[in-house]
């Protein structure tokens, strides 16, 4: 289990991340996802939606949910 706490200014700060943060808590992640939201913390880029064509992706931004049917995969975001 692997877990982030962020001070009260954080979350005034930057809702955006907070509400990413939470939605993601939700989604499939991997360990391959740390490492870029570290390197985040040291140089923000900016939050929005994750590209899923990286093999890793920053916390900070929006995670896809992907969900496998028998014809294709589909986007429900």
Known sequence: MFGFVFPSWF????????ANMRRNS????????????????LHYQGSGKGNIKDRAISLFKQVLALFLTTERCVNAN
Not at 11 to 18: E, H, L, S
Not at 26 to 41: A, E, G, S, W
Request: glycine residues 0%; positive net charge.
């Open 11 to 18: 979350q005034r700060t930057y809702p955006d991340i907070i």
């Open 26 to 41: 939700q989604r499939l992640t991997t360990p391959f996802d740390i490492n870029p939201t570290l390197k985040n913390v």
